[in-house]
């Protein structure tokens, strides 16, 4: 998967609240302490995605995934944790993804920037 790369040590993931338990224990993706703070995504509405790719089925055991999805509507608000992460942590999160997401870099209702995985446009 290609992915915008950051030029800084440090930077800033999005994870949505949903979606933390699971990204904190699957293989090999994010297994230390991480700091950060609550912060909110607007513009965008969860979804469900159907799972095709067999060795994700394998490991999570779920065949349905949350996705954010882009509505515009500011109205729709998505609450999750803005966390410090190093280009390393941003890469293994990249291969973690599946083809049905994509790495955007935005601006949340805080004013901070951050990444996160939404949903490809159909």
Known sequence: MQFPSSKNIFNALFI?????????????????????????????RLEMLEITDREVLRKSSQKFHPVLKFSG???????GI???????????????????YQRIE???????????YVGKPV
């Open 73 to 79: 509507n500011p109205e729709d608000e998505i609450k």
């Open 106 to 116: 935005t601006v949340l209702k805080s004013g901070r920037s951050g990444f996160v």
């Open 82 to 100: 803005l966390f410090e992460v190093t280009e390393e942590e941003i890469l293994q999160a990249d291969e973690y993804e599946v083809d049905d």
């Open 16 to 44: 949505f609240i949903r979606n933390l338990a699971e990204r904190a224990g699957s293989d090999g993706d994010f297994r230390k302490d991480l700091k950060g703070g609550q912060d909110v995504l607007t513009g965008y």
